[in-house]
C-alpha cells in the first residue's frame, strides 16, 4: 500500500471523517494504487484551491457511493477509489474545470499511450496526442 500523508495536502482530520468509508489506518488515508493517491491529492488541492467546498466533496463523493451500491458494486472497498475518480470528473465538469469531451479525449489518450508502453516502463503522453505530458 502507498501512504500518502505530505502536510500540504493532508486534509484536516474532520474534513477526513467527512468522508464515508475511507480506507484509512491510524496515519491517515492508504492507497492500494498510485492512482489512487493522485485522484486523493487532486481533489484535496482542487478544494483548497476554492473550486468546491470540502462539504460537496464529501456529498458528490457519498452520490457516487450511493450509485456504485445501487448498481450492485461490491462494498468491500476494491472499487472505491473508482468512485472517488467519478466524484472528482463529475465536480471538475460541474464547477467548468474542464468539459466531458476534453475528459473522454484525455482518458482516451492514456489509454493509448498505456497499450503501446512496454512493461516496466513508466506510460507518457505524447506531446500531439492533444494533452500535455504528465509532467507539464
Not at 24 to 51: K, N, T
Not at 69 to 96: F, I, M, N, P, Q
Request: charged fraction near 25%; glycine fraction near 6%.
Amino acid at each position: 500500500m502507498t501512504i500518502l500523508h505530505p502536510p500540504d495536502l493532508a486534509p484536516s482530520t474532520e474534513n477526513l471523517a467527512s468522508i464515508p468509508h475511507i480506507p484509512r489506518d491510524d496515519g491517515g488515508p492508504i492507497f492500494a494504487e498510485p492512482w489512487q493517491a493522485e485522484a486523493f491529492a487532486l481533489a484535496v488541492r482542487l478544494s483548497a484551491e476554492g473550486h468546491f467546498t470540502w462539504k460537496e466533496w464529501a456529498a458528490t463523493l457519498a452520490e457516487e457511493l450511493k450509485v456504485a451500491a445501487e448498481h450492485g458494486e461490491a462494498d468491500d472497498g476494491s472499487r472505491y477509489y473508482h468512485c472517488w475518480l467519478a466524484a472528482l470528473e463529475r465536480l471538475v465538469v460541474t464547477k467548468g474545470l474542464s468539459d466531458p469531451a476534453a475528459l473522454l479525449a484525455r482518458k482516451e489518450a492514456w489509454a493509448d499511450a498505456y497499450r503501446h508502453t512496454p512493461h516496466g516502463r513508466p506510460v507518457e503522453l505524447k506531446k500531439d496526442s492533444g494533452a500535455a505530458t504528465r509532467d507539464s
